[in-house]
């Protein structure tokens, strides 16, 4: 049992809002008889939309969904609820028409990273900034999908390089009520961070034609942002209720909330994205790292997350989505079983392919890229679904292989296991292959971790200064807490998420 029994001194519950590219979830921590319960309240379907040409989040239906989940939680703890804290993914942002008003205009609607206009834009500023300096300088891999290349297309467009922008997780803070920043583990996945000084880099900003004055103020993880204004605010429970920028970035949030010692231990976070990495004291940003596709971003309580993006769910999801156009009836648990069950494939696929990045028609994608390796396509025919979705996991399991091995190279660590974090970690059939793959045996982390180490983050701050660095022992502690004693009471959260 954990010793510490300890509650937050007014024993108010907590919110935390985890916006993911499939679902956004708003969750609810309270404390009953001292321990903690959580509990996911809402849950808001995501995904990108095509609007007259372009890839944009519904960013209205986001945030009435998140308004609804609040008043959930509200209604949930007439206790009261001390804070709201909200992680998600990176690099996209808002385009504000004013600083002082959190309404973006149809025209500000949020670009998904997944949209093609970056292409251009990367091209013209490798021609500025070769890809290797900005390595050197910001520590983040330099892909198409980052801010710095969206802010470049956005000047392509005609949109004023001055107007104020904000990424969306400290967009929806800034929604309800809380002033304009940028959080540190979320700032730093931008392409646009100076690594040596933790700021804004205007030599960047410069030269490549941006404004650095339309960037947010960058603040560090556990900042109290403001308070809950608005309609919500009038609800008893949202009384003086603090905004907070946990680890803004889902990845840092997940993170935050491993207790295995990440010396010699491998990180492996399966979403929509895959990550694998371990947290390192320094950046690494050699040509060796460059090369390997490897990225520097902040962590939580310092130090940073080097990791490389890996595709992930994103392929079955694709898969799924593409099978149900065709009137299947797909079953997530049921297609995984029939995975298990297939031992002869036609081949594996590179899966972080640019054609396996882009959305539409997935099976038809993957037969090309089987194809291309002179393997057999597979008939996209009912009852081959398995087989599909067998391709994908051992295709992911072999390049989480390759990428660890390239990971231990590079920090000169020998790893003992790797924890696999995100709803992948529930997915039996990737567990096992992994090990295989890799040869290191696969713990379990938490399914839900990016709500918990958001949870363990609003946690740690209310026992430090205002303003200060959390320490990693105390952030440890509380996600320690959470995890052992939300299990114990059956709490946990539960929900299935490829």
């Not at 209205?60 to 909200?86: M, Q, T």
């Not at 996945?189 to 030269?207: A, F």
């Not at 371990?278 to 460059?290: F, G, H, L, R, W």
Request: aromatic residues 6%; charged residues 20%; glycine residues 8%.
């Amino acid at each position: 049992m954990i010793a510490d029994r300890s509650i937050p001194e007014d024993g108010r519950a907590l919110v935390a809002i985890d916006l993911g590219a499939e679902s956004c979830r708003v969750s609810l921590l309270r404390w009953i008889n001292g321990v903690p319960e959580i509990q996911q309240i809402h849950c808001v379907p995501n995904g990108p939309e095509q609007r007259r040409g372009r890839l944009l989040w519904p960013m209205d239906r986001i945030l009435d969904g998140i308004e609804e989940g609040l008043r959930k939680a509200a209604a949930a703890a007439p206790e009261g609820i001390r804070s709201i804290a909200v992680d998600g993914w990176a690099v996209d942002y808002v385009r504000l028409t004013s600083i002082a008003h959190a309404q973006p205009s149809d025209l500000d609607a949020p670009y998904c990273y997944r949209d093609e206009r970056t292409v251009e834009s990367k091209l013209a500023a490798d021609l500025v900034i070769q890809p290797a300096e900005l390595f050197t300088i910001t520590g983040a891999q330099p892909l198409r999908i980052n801010t710095v290349y969206q802010l470049l297309a956005d000047n392509v467009a005609g949109i004023e390089a001055r107007a104020p922008w904000i990424l969306l997780p400290e967009y929806v803070l800034f929604h309800l009520g809380g002033r304009r920043v940028a959080e540190y583990t979320n700032a730093t996945h931008t392409g646009l961070v100076n690594l040596q000084t933790g700021t804004w880099s205007r030599s960047i900003s410069e030269r490549l034609g941006l404004s650095i004055a339309a960037a947010p103020p960058i603040v560090r993880s556990g900042t109290v942002v403001g308070k809950l204004a608005g309609d919500l605010a009038q609800l008893p429970a949202f009384r003086d209720t603090q905004l907070i920028a946990p680890a803004c970035h889902d990845t840092a949030s997940a993170i935050a909330a491993v207790t295995a010692d990440l010396s010699q231990t491998a990180y492996l976070v399966c979403g929509t994205w895959s990550l694998a990495g371990t947290v390192v004291d320094k950046p690494i940003v050699s040509e060796a790292a460059e090369r390997a596709g490897f990225t520097n971003q902040g962590a939580a309580a310092g130090g940073y997350c080097f990791h490389t993006n890996i595709n992930g769910m994103w392929l079955l999801k694709q898969c799924i989505d593409a099978w149900c156009a065709k009137e299947r009836e797909i079953d997530l648990v049921t297609l995984v079983e029939d995975a298990a069950r297939v031992t002869d494939i036609p081949g594996q696929i590179a899966v972080d392919s640019p054609q396996l990045l882009l959305s539409g028609d997935m099976p038809a994608r993957i037969n090309a890229e089987l194809e291309g390796r002179r393997c057999s396509p597979i008939l996209d025919v009912p009852g081959n679904e398995g087989i599909v979705a067998r391709v994908i996991f051992a295709s992911l399991a072999a390049r989480y292989s390759n990428v660890l091995a390239d990971l231990a190279r590079l920090t000169g660590r020998t790893f003992q296991q790797v924890t696999m974090l995100g709803g992948g970690s529930r997915n039996a059939v990737l567990k096992r292959i992994t090990e295989e793959s890799t040869g290191l045996p696969v713990t379990v982390g938490e399914a839900e971790g990016s709500t918990l180490g958001n949870f363990a983050i609003q946690l740690a701050a209310a026992e430090e200064q205002p303003g200060a660095a959390l320490p990693s022992e105390t952030i440890r502690k509380w996600a320690a807490r959470l995890s052992h004693d939300t299990r114990e009471v059956k709490q946990y959260l539960t929900a299935v998420d490829t």
